[in-house]
């Protein structure tokens, strides 16, 4: 059938959708009356008197009550795009940039597990400065992650201080933008400065931020002083936000998936709420770690087809909402990078990528979100790359069902020399780096590699591979400077209990 | 074993608050003892629940709604226990330590511990190592469990352990701790008495701790 010209519909991309307009309309009037009958507890009295002063209802000092009028304000000056971009490379540009809007995918790691994988002994044991900064340089050298966050906790720099020194190994590692974390609002400044210091100055922060900020009201219902007052100085000074909870059905949210996105929507709608009021315009990025308590275990479950789903199914609603979405994949519940890491990050990444984004973060973690491993690092990284070539979908063109090509090679001949396989081989297949495609011979000659091996070499080759400092020593040491200035004000709460 | 204590027993199993109560009324006014109603009714249907759960064939809302059923006897068993002289199995006290929002693991470690027979009295997350001092001279509790989920907060539990030292309570108590990033090694390394790393070693830590495993 040749291709017709008029009321002729495309479909560019698959497509792939959870919930309909009237199920995310259930779901998200049903958080407003959450906000209104129920409430949430906010344990930060500056965030009180805001929502009070613009017509909240506040009972028992903290229960705050938002009318669904003061939500639908604050939607209507939330900015439906955040613009993230990285740090400047030696030439000056700064190359890495995500447009966090509706049906746009990028992919970025985890942040802060207590332990990893040691790439030269393969022991699990507690991360250190040098594993983020490796970490963060595999990232770096890896076509399909976007943003980075910190696959690993600095654990052999001071306690109280590491969000500095962990945000300087980044900055070591990789030019790509991150998502940090701060243990308050001190921390969130130092890092804010080594951000213009690494810039050149406060006016390239205002041309777009180099980081976002990762916090999370308390599931169920609840936020955190601290937490309130790093939202309230990420809308003072133009950092994005990720106000992202981490609901588990049956534990801290309800057993249902639906009750779940209820409860998770009430939670980040606050955040927007209070951020908008705070200052019109502020930059927010809601979603969450969507998942269930394992009921045999107790774990929170990472790898879990409800995880997938869930995630899918609130993209679904911040697509309606209009607001960027913090979505979740590239993780599992395996202790080691294994088949079940392998199942369970291509389950979650092709559903994440499918749905359409955004901010899909937590490639690299293993093990509940305790473990980062540079080889599912890695092997996510091909998972990607497959799963946006099977985004890219089937054009159907003219250029596309070459009719002339078929009549010309015509029955029982082979297209493998026609003008039409040269136009279009390069393109139209997705190049493997990591799976295997020999024959059984070549791949005996190759040293009979299993999946497992391939990726670990690709991870020693990173790492071991000269490279460049992407800074010069001057700026490392101005860098440095503030973490040593932080650690200085902070010397008599390390209580001297290292961990490492 | 005679029929009510495997009634009882049974009531525990099946987590039924209603029954369970009426059912150790009902065996106390058959005339048995409340230790023997204890031992040879509820916690055999306790330990049962833990086989099961361990088997895979219980889930962790029927064992906490056991666990509910197992306190609720206990409130009409404990006046007599105690009057009898009976040794119970005691006291804990459960906190996420300052600084650490992280919960529900904590919840979970004092429900399976009233499971197992502790009387436990949560003092909630975030909680300072003072309040946990005043908590101890308060309530005289057997255990102090603590949990932490964050590197940053871990240390707390150490300074706590100090507090209890200072204030000269230490050895009245014996301290668990656990939560992910802790592991036995930080234990001991704090002076801690224990480490569990899920709710049901943790309940079943409290017991040794007390000398009742
Ligand atoms: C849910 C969650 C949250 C929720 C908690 C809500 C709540 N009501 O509890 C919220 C959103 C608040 C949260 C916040 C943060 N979190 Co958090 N969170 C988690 C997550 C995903 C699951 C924890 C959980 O509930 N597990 C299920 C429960 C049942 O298991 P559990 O707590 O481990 O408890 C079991 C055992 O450990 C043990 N146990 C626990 N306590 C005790 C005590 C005793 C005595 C014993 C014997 C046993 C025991 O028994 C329990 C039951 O089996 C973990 C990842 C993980 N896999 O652990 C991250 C994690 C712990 N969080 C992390 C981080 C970084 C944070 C934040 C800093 C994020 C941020 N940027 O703001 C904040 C910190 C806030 C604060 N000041 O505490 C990191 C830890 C980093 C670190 N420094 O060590 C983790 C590991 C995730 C990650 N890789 O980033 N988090």
Not at chain 1, 126 to 148: C, G, H, M, W
Not at chain 2, 22 to 50: R, S, W
Not at chain 2, 156 to 185: C, F, H, N, S, W
Request: with cysteine; aromatic share 6%.
């Amino acid at each position: 059938m040749e291709v017709h010209k008029v009321n002729y519909e495309v479909n560019a991309t698959p497509t792939l959708q959870i919930l309909t307009e009237d199920e995310i309309e259930a779901i998200y009037f049903s958080s407003l009356r959450v906000l209104e009958e129920t409430g949430v507890r906010c344990y930060n009295p500056e965030g009180v008197d805001i929502l009070h002063a613009h017509g909240a209802h506040v009972e028992d000092k903290n229960l705050v009550k938002v009318p669904s009028w003061m939500v639908e304000r604050a939607r209507s000056t939330l900015p439906k795009k955040v613009t993230i971009v990285g740090m400047p490379d030696k030439d000056g540009k700064r190359k890495y940039r995500m447009d966090l809007v509706k049906n746009s995918a990028y992919w970025g790691t985890g942040s802060d597990t207590p332990y990893t994988i040691d790439p030269f002994t393969l022991q699990r044991r507690r991360s250190t400065y040098q594993d983020v900064k490796n970490l963060a340089i595999i990232a770096e050298a890896l076509p399909n992650i976007d943003f980075f966050m910190s696959l690993g906790i600095t654990q052999d720099t001071a306690v109280g201080t590491y969000d500095r020194w962990q945000y300087l190994a980044m900055l070591e590692g990789t030019n790509k933008p991150i998502n940090i974390t701060a243990v308050d609002v001190e921390g969130l400044r130092d890092q804010l400065e080594m951000a213009y210091i690494r810039l050149g100055g406060k006016e390239e922060w205002k041309k777009a931020p180099a980081f976002s900020l990762y916090i999370e009201p308390v599931s169920p219902l609840s936020h955190d002083p601290i937490v309130i007052g790093k939202l309230l100085f990420c809308c003072d000074n133009d950092i994005p936000f990720v106000y992202t909870p981490c609901p588990q059905a049956g534990a801290t949210a309800p057993c249902t998936l639906a009750g779940l996105l209820v409860q998770a929507l009430s939670e980040s709608l606050f955040g927007i709420v209070l951020s908008q009021l705070r200052k019109p315009g502020a930059q927010v990025i809601i979603g969450g770690l969507l998942s269930q308590m394992d009921m045999q275990t107790t774990v929170m479950a990472y790898g879990s087809p409800e995880m997938a789903l869930l995630s899918a199914a609130y993209t679904d609603i911040t697509k309606w909402l209009m607001v960027p979405m913090y979505n979740t994949s590239g993780c599992s519940d395996a202790k080691v990078f294994d088949e079940q890491a392998a199942m369970e990050a291509t389950l979650n990444t092709f559903i994440a990528g499918l749905i359409g984004g955004n901010m899909i973060h937590d490639v690299g973690y293993i093990e509940s979100g305790l473990t980062s491993s540079p080889d599912m690092l890695v092997a996510t990284d091909e998972i990607i790359g497959m799963v946006k070539r099977f985004l890219q979908g089937i054009p159907v063109t003219r250029e596309t069902i070459p009719l002339e090509t078929i009549d010309q090679v015509g029955p029982g001949g082979h297209y493998l020399g026609t003008d039409h396989t040269l136009r279009h081989f390069k393109t139209e297949f997705w190049k493997p780096t990591l799976m295997d495609r020999l024959d059984w011979d070549r791949w005996v000659k190759a040293g009979s590699k299993p999946m497992r091996e391939r990726v670990h070499q690709r991870v020693l080759e990173i790492l071991q591979a000269e490279r460049e400092p992407l800074f010069d020593e001057k700026m490392y040491k101005e860098l440095r400077r503030i973490c040593e200035l932080a650690d200085e004000r902070h010397k008599g709460e390390e209580m001297g209990i290292g961990i490492v | 074993m005679s029929k009510i204590l495997e009634q009882l027993a049974t009531a525990i199993i099946e987590g039924d608050i209603d029954n369970t109560p009426k059912l150790v009324q009902k065996a106390l006014d058959e005339g048995l003892e409340p230790l023997t109603i204890l031992n040879d009714g509820m916690v055999m249907g306790m330990n049962e629940v833990g086989r099961r759960f361990k088997a895979g064939d219980m889930f962790v809302p029927e064992v906490l709604m056991s666990a509910e059923a197992m306190q609720a006897g206990l409130k009409v068993l404990r006046p007599l226990l105690v009057a009898s002289g009976a040794k119970l199995l005691g006291k804990v006290i459960m906190a996420t330590v300052q600084g650490d929002l992280h919960d529900i693991g904590k919840n979970l470690v004092g429900m399976m511990c009233e499971g197992a027979g502790f009387e436990v009295i949560d003092l909630g997350f975030d909680v300072p190592a003072e309040r946990i001092v005043q908590a101890v001279k308060e309530h005289k509790p057997d255990i102090v469990g603590l949990s932490a989920l964050l590197t940053t907060t871990m240390r707390q539990m150490a300074y706590t352990i100090k507090a209890l030292e200072e204030a000269g309570l230490r050895d009245k108590v014996k301290v668990m701790v656990g939560g992910a990033p802790v592991d036995e090694e930080f234990a001991k390394k704090i002076g801690a008495d224990g480490y569990g790393s899920n709710a049901a070693a943790g309940a079943e830590l409290a017991k040794k701790l007390v000398g009742a495993a």
